[in-house]
């Protein structure tokens, strides 16, 4: 795994619970991005019982099983991921902007920390390149959890 900021390895998740929401469209790169969340929470002393992982079909449907979640105050942290990648149509625009505002309304709204692992790629070699966004999405969120 390459976490690009190694200081984040003195945060303890051991006592932590984390629920991981991930897009199942693209699933050859948000597979992959799960992966890396696993290795780094691992890593940070999290116990694997204490994460649940939600599949939802896209990027879209982010913000919406969030927000569930969070209200069931049953989490420290979430962790959103997906793999939006440019097409010939504008859609590209639209879903970027709703996963992106979304879960920053989850965050501010529900008042939980969510790590914002949504790759927003021009085609699948740049998204493969950057599959270390889980990881880093798992660390973000782990440190605003522990700021609670």
Not at 92 to 110: S, T
Not at 118 to 137: D, S
Request: hydrophobic share 45%; net charge positive.
């Amino acid at each position: 795994m390459q976490v690009r900021n190694k200081t984040y390895t003195y945060l303890d998740g051991s006592k932590l619970k984390g629920c991981i929401v991930a897009a199942r469209w693209n699933s050859e790169i948000t597979d992959n991005l799960l992966k890396e969340v696993f290795q780094t929470l691992k890593k940070c002393k999290m116990l694997e019982k204490n994460i649940r992982v939600i599949r939802v079909a896209g990027s879209v449907e982010l913000p919406f099983a969030l927000h569930k979640l969070a209200s069931t105050k049953k989490y420290d942290f979430l962790v959103a991921l997906g793999c939006i990648i440019r097409g010939e149509t504008p859609h590209f625009d639209y879903v970027c902007k709703i996963a992106q505002e979304g879960v920053l309304e989850v965050m501010l709204e529900d008042d939980v920390p969510v790590g914002f692992g949504v790759l927003t790629v021009n085609n699948i070699k740049q998204a493969r390149k950057r599959i270390h966004v889980g990881g880093e999405a798992a660390l973000a969120a782990l440190e605003l959890a522990s700021l609670k």
